[in-house]
């Protein structure tokens, strides 16, 4: 097959010394540890500590530059990479250290972490080194557009990451520049992956650079990306200046309790979260001149009270109607809807309760955490039993059904449609556009990562979530535990925050926007990374046949290599 069998005459594994391997296997490392420092991390900050100095808070939130060249090695080891066997091992090694460098808070998950961290490094080890050999296929198709079929083959890498059961839409190359809001605009088009596809292209040609040289084939590359960089950013900046306007606005109090989620394991008590959410919506009520539209608990802030399917209490005398009763506001808050209590069934969910306690709507987590939240094959025993055994998960949660679009009534007149992803499912675009095309004017993330005791965890949630605001032009409002609890606004800007790990709450007014019809993203999904996958496909199949029987002219305007 030629797509398997085009080495140069340079890069034959033979004629490579031990020491070329080793540069590109250094190259490769070097790249899985500049995209964690790319990322939101501590590794910056922790360094400044050491030297007895205190990090400013930007420390933490990566870095957009890093971005710019963070792959730019590892893809120049794919395309010089002798043969596949030695790409997938230098996807083993990027996928072993990025992985374990970007996600280290995931150790701090407690008796849980050898499953979250040892589990999450070993999984991207095995995709990596599947992903780095189908790079070095398509880096061999077509040295006129090697940097273009990388970038569209990092992307495909990353879509295929971010969906399904294993999705997990953590340190994709577009992240870095989350920040730099008039480049990231266009993803109200493209979704997240346009801005991932045009990342690559920017590593990709720093690649080709090396490979080429000064050829005038890579200028002419260049001057293509620098003309998409230059589309991005004028239609940013067109598109932040141009006003949406606002049909109501809602008072919300955000709530951030900061409570310790292992309180009894790390030997703190047992504090309980609700009476701290009760107490301090209290406070928020009595001290604002007006009472608040709603107010927004945590995920998992209410687990002493449980809500069964016909919206009756249990136990039904409990502590939390009468503090609701107290506060006279509607509150949404992350709690456990009981399904089945025979079969100890339970949904990790949103309820809503009107000011006078009674539950007005749930709705139940329909992305769960693969093997922590869902199981596989979880109703065979010997499945049951290792996970309860050996994991120590006893039941896990039963997914949810619903696209749930709560209503509010506001005190201004009108209502206040929105939906609420529950802890990681504001990292999903298709989630939360569906939520969207149902009619959720805004979306409320709960979520609780205060487990990870870290900044960089916070952070790194933050910035995959802000992108769901662009990408609908609705605003989106986070209430945490520890952080970050915000309100971020249609263009991805940060309207209020608390402080990390501050038990506090904020008031806040979120303008309401119903812009005339629905952003490309929107309605569309996915299209980007779909048509790449198409594009991807075509290329491969019309590769492997014979050249009499390929489409005139292919050659020339794709397949430039001469084929062997």
Known sequence: MPFLNRPTASDTFSSMTSGSRLHLLLLTLLSSVLLPLALPNEFVAGAIKILGQKPDESFYWGN????????????????????????????????????????FW?????????WTYGGTTLGYMGVNALVFPFLRGLSRLSPRYRPFLLAIGWTVYEYFKSIGFFGYPWGLVAYPVGNVLP???????????????????????????????????FRRQGAFVVFLLACAFVYGVWRMATPIPAASKADVVLVQQNVDPWGRENGKGTEN???????????????????PDLAVWSESSVSSVGVNLDGTYSPPKNALVPGVQKGGVPVLFGGIVIIDPDK?????????????????????????VPFAESIPFYEFEPVRLFFRNVVGIWNPWVIGTRYTVFKVPLAAGGTMSFSVPICFEDAFSDLNRQFILRGADLLVNITNDSWSKTWSSEIQHFQVA???????RRVL???????????????????????????AWRDVDIPIYREASLTPYTRFGDWLPRALIAFVLIVLILD?????????????????????
Request: aromatic share 10%.
């Open 273 to 291: 979260s609700l009476d701290v959410n009760v107490k301090l919506t209290l406070e928020a009520v009595r001290s604002l001149p007006r009472r």
């Open 106 to 114: 995931l150790m701090f998950f407690q008796g849980f972490s050898v």
């Open 466 to 472: 802000r992108f769901r605001a662009i990408e609908n």
């Open 477 to 503: 409002v986070r209430s945490t535990n520890g952080g970050v609890s915000a309100v971020v606004g249609p263009w991805g800007e940060i309207r209020t925050r608390i402080p990390f790990f501050e038990r």
């Open 64 to 103: 957009a530059l890093l971005g710019l060249i963070c792959i730019a090695p590892a893809f120049y080891a794919i395309c010089r990479a002798p043969k596949f066997g030695f790409a997938a091992r230098l996807g083993l090694v990027f996928g072993v250290v990025s992985t374990a460098l970007s996600n």
């Open 183 to 217: 480049l990231i605009q266009f993803v109200d088009i493209t979704g997240v992956w346009g801005l991932s596809l045009l990342m690559a292209m920017i590593n990709a040609l720093i690649a080709e650079y090396a490979l080429a040289g000064r050829r005038l084939l």
């Open 344 to 368: 100890q069934a339970f949904w990790n969910a949103a309820v809503l309760a009107s000011k006078d306690g009674a539950v007005l709507d749930t709705y139940g987590k329909m992305h769960p």
């Open 544 to 564: 492997v046949l014979p050249k009499k029987k390929r489409p005139p002219g292919l050659d020339d305007l794709l397949l430039s290599r001469p084929r062997t």
